[in-house]
């Protein structure tokens, strides 16, 4: 099987979208993470819902999690605060990772190794500068499972 025969359409935003909107989109979808795209619509990055959550608690907690019982705001609170008015283009980190992206011709464990190597739980699907979809981890697994 290949990649563009695993690829599933996928949600999208572009880097300068509102951070709390693509926040949202990741909870109201159970996203794993969303692919972001820069002014052109190429694919650029991709921003997983763990990377959400890190920018939500504060640097103190990230390093003593015994502080977080002192805060007494509700994380929806503390969501909208510190998400309201910034850009996706805030959440991602300085230095830009590797785009995890495959060939449409590309075979399941093609697919697996960049996966792994970059520990990311989504794969563009690509052909030249065009996204031809998505493979979630989920996906692959759930292909990899299966008997055939």
């Not at 705001?73 to 605060?81: G, K």
């Amino acid at each position: 099987m290949h990649a563009v025969e695993m690829a599933e359409e996928y949600p999208v935003v572009d880097v300068d979208s509102d951070a709390l909107a693509a926040a949202k989109l990741l909870a109201e979808r159970r996203l794993p993470g969303i692919v972001v795209t820069d002014a052109s619509g190429c694919p650029c990055s991709i921003l997983p819902a763990s990377q959400v959550v890190q920018f939500l608690v504060p640097g103190y907690v990230r390093d003593d999690p015994s502080l977080a019982g002192v805060l007494d705001e509700s994380m929806a609170d503390r969501a909208a605060d510190k998400l309201g008015g910034k850009t996706v283009r805030s959440l991602l980190p300085e230095k830009p990772s590797e785009l995890p992206r495959v060939q449409g011709d590309d075979t399941i464990v093609e697919v697996a190794a960049i996966m792994a190597r970059l520990r990311c739980p989504l794969v563009a699907v690509m052909e030249d500068k065009h996204l031809l979809g998505v493979i979630s981890a989920s996906r692959l697994l759930e292909l990899a499972l299966t008997p055939r």
